[in-house]
């Protein structure tokens, strides 16, 4: 059975850092290209890093770039999404998914409707 097990979010005031995890089973998450994706009632999924397997190329939203980091132990069949430096925009459901078909790109797609499997969602609140 292909599952993401996501976990890692909680509450956190500005400035402080999480670490979200997700553990994939089922398959070997690192043949294919993996992300972070986020979303707030009333608006889209979004994406917020995604990272190739393939070639090592990496993507962040603009809004996260020099505060967030993805990461692969690919031992653990894990990947991670470092948070520092967090602020109450960043509030959100965190998803993460893995996208069968990125492999076949240079770069890492990073649109939602690219991803095939989904972690469950973990919720992350930022106080002010």
């Known amino acids: 059975e292909v599952q993401l097990v996501e976990s890692g979010g909680g509450l956190v005031q500005a400035g402080g850092s999480l670490r979200l995890s997700c553990t994939a089973s089922?398959?070997?998450?690192?043949?294919?290209?993996v992300g972070w994706f986020r979303q707030v009632p009333g608006k889209e999924r979004e994406g917020v890093s995604c990272?190739?397997?393939?070639?090592?190329?990496?993507y962040y939203t603009e809004s996260v770039k020099g505060r967030f980091t993805i990461s692969s132990d690919n031992v653990k069949n894990t990947f991670y999404l470092q948070m520092n430096d967090l602020k109450p925009k960043d509030t959100a459901v965190y998803y993460c998914?893995?996208?069968?078909?990125?492999?076949?790109?240079?770069?890492?797609?990073?649109?939602?409707?690219?991803?095939?499997?989904w972690g469950q969602g973990t919720q992350v609140t930022v106080s002010s």
């Open positions: 990272f190739s397997h393939s070639n090592g190329a990496t």
């Open positions: 998914g893995v996208d069968l078909h990125g492999r076949y790109w240079n770069i890492p797609r990073c649109a939602p409707f690219e991803y095939d499997y």
């Open positions: 089922g398959f070997v998450a690192d043949d294919y290209t």
